[in-house]
């Protein structure tokens, strides 16, 4: 299945950050690594962080339909955000399909960050807003274009719902992206 768009959904919560949210993101953060066929979440299972994908991809599937994959998540994508937004089990199983790496930001140490800092808080949870608008208009796309996967698949679809000024900061969220992969610890 063809994902709801090439953007990276870790941009948009990037590009809504300052430099010092980004450099506590990478002092809180830890890389780890699946390699492939390696589990990070199974469905129903909560989990303990918010991933970002340095590098890799990993597939997402639904016990129910094992063999069917929904999707795939690619290098710049967030996993878990919609579990960490309402605390609940993750309805998916996502397993690496190559070597992947992340980055861990661990839940613990992000809620409480996000309770002291109102100015932190205000971004990212904007930052995450336009991660799940974005998905969601993908979603209804899929559904609209769904008997035609070429028209789905067209990059201006994919440009034409996004106010151009949050296009603009997602050009600079990936130079960001490209310093948080490089200082992420181990």
């Not at 690496?96 to 809620?111: D, Y």
């Not at 336009?130 to 028209?151: F, P, S, V």
């Amino acid at each position: 299945m063809a994902d709801s768009s090439s953007r990276k959904k870790a941009l948009f919560i990037l590009s809504q950050l300052n430099n010092d949210d980004i450099d506590w993101i990478v002092q809180k953060g830890k890389r780890e690594v699946l390699d492939a066929g390696g589990i990070l979440i199974v469905e129903g299972r909560q989990i303990d962080a918010l991933y970002i994908v340095l590098e890799g991809s990993l597939s997402v599937s639904i016990e129910a339909q094992e063999t069917k994959e929904l999707a795939r998540i690619a290098s710049g994508e967030l996993v878990g955000e919609v579990s960490f937004i309402d605390a609940r089990p993750p309805l998916a199983t996502v397993k690496a399909i190559e070597k992947t790496q992340l980055l861990a930001i661990p839940r613990r140490q992000l809620v409480v960050k996000l309770e002291h800092d109102m100015g932190f808080a205000s971004r990212f949870y904007y930052g995450i807003s336009l991660c799940l608008a974005d998905r969601m208009r993908g979603t209804i796309r899929h559904i609209e274009y769904g008997r035609n996967i070429e028209e789905f698949d067209q990059p201006e679809l994919e440009r034409e719902d996004i106010n151009p000024s949050i296009m603009q900061n997602l050009a600079l969220a990936q130079a960001k992206f490209n310093w948080l992969r490089e200082n992420v610890r181990a």
